[in-house]
């Protein structure tokens, strides 16, 4: 019954936005009823699709990156108390300037192409995944790490077998946080300049007050970030097979 509820309640919102733009006769340039949205993405699924590849690819590459940056800091960070500190301050600081302020200086240094949008991917995904990881790895039973200590494991194997099987819980739901926001790089990123995308796509249609498109575009991002959060809960059930035999 639980799972139907997500279900029904998306149902009743259509429903409400499609009654009320039909009754209030909203012109469709302004809000376009659910029907003529889903009309419009079935329609248009080969000009989406192709934008979408675009956008999906610089996702995914985003993510790689803030995985192979985000991983060994929050490792380094953790071995190195000092080092911590010092980078602490400037991390909390990354994440108090707006996103859409650094785009524009990204497309100046590195183009109108796939980089800008990489990189602005990576600087959004990168906080959550590095923070998570390094929660979880001072989230270990300390009376295990007094153990390993008393058989003189070295660090590295204590990483391998103590802190990273402890700080996989909370480095999944980091990740599941990443891929929820990696959207919203790729898409500032192609706001302010770019030449493919749905971001670009959706600049054009705006120009062109084709808010239908808007919507379509909109449905495709839902549905890109919705794979990558069912994919990342797949990993999780998978990696943490024994949190799941304990409940």
């Not at 929050?74 to 602490?88: G, N, R, V």
């Not at 739901?173 to 898409?187: D, H, N, Q």
């Amino acid at each position: 019954m639980h799972r139907k509820d997500p279900f029904l309640l998306m149902t009743s919102i259509l429903v409400i936005w499609e009654l009320v733009v039909r009754l209030l006769d909203v012109p469709k340039f302004i809000l376009p009823p659910p029907s003529i949205v889903l009309q419009t993405t079935l329609l248009q699924t080969p000009l989406l699709a192709g934008h979408a590849l675009v956008t999906a690819l610089e996702i995914c590459l985003g993510l790689c990156l803030s995985l192979a940056i985000s991983l060994p800091l929050s490792i380094i960070m953790f071995k190195h108390p000092s080092i911590d500190a010092a980078l602490t301050p400037f991390l909390v600081a990354s994440q108090a300037i707006p996103v859409f302020a650094v785009a524009p200086l990204l497309v100046v240094w590195f183009g109108y192409g796939l980089l800008s949008k990489i990189v602005m991917a990576t600087i959004v995904i990168f906080f959550p995944l590095t923070v998570s990881t390094y929660s979880g790895f001072k989230q270990v039973d300390s009376d295990l790490e007094i153990i390993f200590d008393l058989l003189d494991a070295p660090f590295r194997k204590k990483m391998r077998l103590l802190y990273w099987p402890a700080a996989l819980p909370s480095f999944f739901s980091g990740l599941k946080v990443a891929v929820a926001v990696a959207t919203i790089g790729a898409v500032l990123g192609e706001w302010v300049g770019a030449q493919r995308g749905l971001g670009y796509l959706m600049i054009q249609m705006n120009a062109r007050l084709r808010t239908d498109m808007l919507f379509a575009a909109l449905v495709w991002l839902s549905l890109m970030g919705m794979g990558l959060w069912l994919l990342v809960s797949r990993l999780e059930k998978r990696f943490l097979f024994w949190l799941n035999n304990k409940e």
